[in-house]
């Protein structure tokens, strides 16, 4: 797991995550405002947490850019702690926070990780 939490600190200062567990089960909480359930996508491959994001922003009409500092993007892979590998897997996104339940369980094949509105 310490891979895992050492990986969550190289995370952009913007992104914001929590690293709960509990005996059976993993959960990570990253707050990623303006994303989605269909702007999220979240994978398992090779015992590595794949998660892209991305957030729309309008720019109003009259208006262009001095300064932009809110990324669009979230482009990260992360190391699944040593015993849990995704299988059951699930994913919730709420008001812009993705949760990811990530049961602690034997090794499964490559899969995504369905991500739901709650």
Known sequence: MSALRDALRDLPEAVFADLLESDDAYLLVIDLPGATSETVDVRVEKGRLLIEARREKALPGSF??????????????????????????????????LELHLPKYEAAPEQSVPIEDA
């Open 64 to 97: 262009e850019y001095v300064r932009e500092d809110r990324p669009l993007f979230l482009d990260a892979e992360l190391p699944l702690p040593p015993d849990a590998t995704g299988a059951g897997a699930e994913g919730s996104m709420e008001r812009g926070v």
